[in-house]
T-cell receptor
Framework: AQKITQTQPGMFVQEKEAVTLDCTYDTSDPSYGLFWYKQPSSGEMIFLIYQGSYDQQNATEGRYSLNFQKARKSANLVISASQLGDSAMYFCAMREGGKLIFGQGTELSVKP | NAGVTQTPKFRVLKTGQSMTLLCAQDMNHEYMYWYRQDPGMGLRLIHYSVGEGTTAKGEVPDGYNVSRLKKQNFLLGLESAAPSQTSVYFC??????????????FGDGTRLSIL
């Protein structure tokens, strides 16, 4: 069974607009963590934002925020004021125990 | 600021050859991981280690072996390379925390082609 699901293979957004990248997860462990990573065309993995399962508030890091809906098991990434440099693959991941499990990713293209 | 260093960055092998990928981290992290990334897919966990001398299987362990003899190093071995193992391999490391609040730090990847 898929533990992390990203249903949007590709997304387009106009520069300066906001965009939401979807992520749903499946776990029976009450303690878990959710991460978003960015992978530009150069290939490196860049950590963006983290949400813990016990965190009461949604995580925010600059232009990135995480819309955490625990009952729905979703952890969507919101990027505000998109920039051309945001064009990349975005991966949602869940830490369960000692392991980090990744979704298949969403390719975001920002249009000028 | 070396972080996580992977060696080599590129390699071409013939079917049946063996090789070892080296991952080194200088952040004193307890946990280390090996992933593979295939086109159009996310990262899949091959093996991981929660401390020196310990290893565990991930999602796709078959055909690979690992060793963690020193805390800072995590080696990934291919005993008999197969074309299906053509991929980009990423190593990562992290601290261990009760709720996993620490992100994983990734190396730059190794592009491996098996002919």
């Amino acid at each position: 069974a898929q533990k992390i699901t990203q249903t949007q293979p590709g997304m387009f957004v106009q520069e300066k607009e906001a965009v939401t990248l979807d992520c749903t997860y499946d776990t029976s462990d009450p303690s878990y963590g959710l991460f978003w990573y960015k992978q530009p065309s150069s290939g490196e993995m860049i950590f963006l934002i983290y949400q813990g399962s016990y965190d009461q508030q949604n995580a925010t890091e600059g232009r990135y925020s995480l819309n955490f809906q625990k009952a729905r098991k979703s952890a969507n990434l919101v990027i505000s004021a998109s920039q051309l440099g945001d064009s990349a693959m975005y991966f949602c991941a869940m830490r369960e125990g000692g392991k980090l499990i990744f979704g298949q990713g969403t390719e975001l293209s920002v249009k000028p | 600021n070396a972080g996580v260093t992977q060696t080599p960055k590129f390699r071409v092998l013939k079917t049946g050859q063996s090789m070892t990928l080296l991952c080194a981290q200088d952040m004193n992290h307890e946990y280390m991981y090996w992933y593979r990334q295939d086109p159009g897919m996310g990262l899949r966990l091959i093996h991981y280690s929660v401390g020196e001398g310990t290893t565990a299987k991930g999602e796709v362990p078959d055909g690979y072996n690992v060793s963690r003899l020193k805390k800072q190093n995590f080696l990934l071995g291919l005993e008999s390379a197969a074309p299906s193992q053509t991929s980009v391999y990423f190593c990562a490391s992290s601290y261990s925390t009760p709720q996993g609040a620490q992100p994983q730090h990734f190396g730059d990847g190794t592009r491996l082609s098996i002919l």
